[in-house]
């Protein structure tokens, strides 16, 4: 069993044609949070190139070293990429890719810089960078994680970003810091061994005026909004809650608007205006990760910590406890669920109809979303290190990132067909992020610019 927890990546989004608009426009230059809009994943339009080689500068644009260790996914605004990363004391940090059950948490305890930095997307060129936070971390890491896993996310006059215990922190878009908030020490790591510590990586998010921030951990755990424009405390939620990894989801259709969460002991609904529970859902695994996603009136979340590993299709504008009776498969608002079949890391993926869901291990499925009906599953070809991202999608294609540093290309629908591997040359834990014609890959030591008008530069 796989325990290692890479990140918000882990935080984590066009979908089918229905009433409810939950993607961004067609080939939006914005890709505002971790998965994008509604963390969908989805960006038709962008007219991305089916093959690339980043050791040949073939389809590559540019590229720029970030320093430091990060999974945190590049988001973007217009003309600015923002990433986060965490710079070690020490010359030679690393952390472990790979499929293995190790708890174990790193032994990097040095002083960190945390920090948030914007590339220009036309060239590469590192525009600014700011230091959120300097010193030792307060939590430990998994060795396979990173002190900076969580996503930032901008509305394009801030950026906002999570570094865990060490805080949040907004600025402009020129760089300059508004506010930082110290949300407290967060012990998050094995709901079965309290000693062992994973660090966060669950993704701040916006919603109108506010910053939802989910902090899970082994006591205490809560949910908060803050004010965006100053940090102020909106409101906050206490949760009866382990340890948790996903970064949460606002579904606003059908009437109704609810701030979905993924956890172990439930996965629940919220008011976002006021943190008021609205439903909750049982059964679910110990340890959670992807992101919850939705397309029109029917919301997704899993997990894939065996016994349970739940795969769980919710309709919209549920209220009470929806959990279902022990071996029923739907009723109430689950339309359909499927135990030992979720994903452990990687957030799934809808796209025109179908759900993709990609497993550690490399087996990728689809599913008719709305029957639950299994089109195919397959293993994806020579994997040997795994998935940690997310899938994403655009113009009938899925882009799959693995950690031994390839990108698979699959055509999208009711068969499988791979139609490219496309060479990054170090290992890949971040999900991609696609912004009118190009995407951001970020790789373990540089951030990729990938498109159709070839290499323009690098850096």
């Not at 801030?158 to 110290?182: C, E």
């Not at 997310?390 to 698979?408: N, R």
Request: hydrophobic letters at 40%; one cysteine or more; aromatic letters at 10%.
């Amino acid at each position: 069993m796989n325990r290692c927890l890479a990140g918000g990546v882990i935080a984590i989004s066009v979908l089918a044609p229905s009433a409810l608009a939950t993607s961004a426009e067609a080939a939006d230059a914005n890709w505002p949070q971790f998965r994008g809009r509604n963390a969908a994943g989805v960006s038709d339009g962008a007219l991305l190139p089916d093959i690339w080689n980043a050791a040949k500068g073939i389809g590559v644009l540019w590229k720029t070293r970030i320093p430091g260790l990060a999974h945190s996914s590049p988001v973007v605004w217009a003309d600015q990429v923002f990433v986060t990363t965490a710079i070690s004391s020490l010359p030679d940090a690393t952390f472990k890719p790979g499929l293995y059950g190790a708890g174990t948490a790193s032994e990097d305890a040095t002083a960190h810089r945390f920090q948030v930095l914007s590339v220009d997307r036309n060239s590469g060129k590192v525009r600014w960078a700011r230091t959120a936070y300097e010193g030792t971390p307060r939590e430990k890491r998994h060795i396979k994680a990173t002190y900076a896993n969580a996503s930032p996310a901008t509305d394009g006059k801030r950026i906002v970003a999570f570094f865990g215990s060490q805080g949040l922190y907004a600025y402009d878009m020129a760089g300059t810091l508004l506010w930082k908030r110290d949300l407290g020490r967060l012990d998050a790591g094995a709901y079965d061994a309290p000693d062992y510590e994973w660090g966060t990586a669950s993704s701040p998010i916006l919603f109108e005026d506010l910053v939802i921030v989910q902090c899970d951990q082994q006591k205490g755990s809560f949910i908060t909004a803050l004010s965006l424009k100053d940090g102020t405390t909106v409101w906050r939620t206490e949760r009866e809650e382990l340890p948790s990894w996903a970064t949460p989801t606002v579904y606003s259709g059908s009437g109704a608007t609810e701030l979905v969460t993924n956890a172990p002991n439930f996965i629940r609904g919220y008011d976002p205006r006021t943190g008021k529970e609205l439903w909750r859902l049982g059964r679910s695994s110990k340890i959670t990760a992807p992101t919850p996603v939705f397309d029109g009136d029917l919301i997704v979340v899993m997990s894939g910590r065996r016994p349970n590993a739940p795969i769980f299709v919710l309709k919209a504008g549920a209220r009470g406890d929806i959990t279902l009776p022990e071996n029923a498969t739907s009723g109430g608002n689950v339309l359909w669920t499927r135990e030992r079949s979720g994903s452990y890391m990687p957030t799934p993926v809808i796209y025109r109809g179908y759900l993709y869901v990609l497993k550690n291990e490399g087996i990728f499925i689809c599913y008719d979303l709305r029957s639950g009906e299994k089109r195919y599953e397959t293993r994806i070809p020579q994997v040997g290190s795994g998935f940690s991202a997310s899938p994403v999608a655009a113009d009938g294609k899925l882009y799959l990132s693995g950690e031994d540093g390839d990108v698979f290309v699959i055509k999208a629908g009711h068969e499988f067909e791979l139609l490219k591997r496309n060479p990054m040359g170090q290992p890949l834990m971040a999900t991609p992020a696609i912004s009118g014609d190009m995407m951001f890959v970020r790789g373990e030591r540089d951030l990729f610019a990938v498109g159709r008008t070839g290499l323009t530069g690098s850096r």
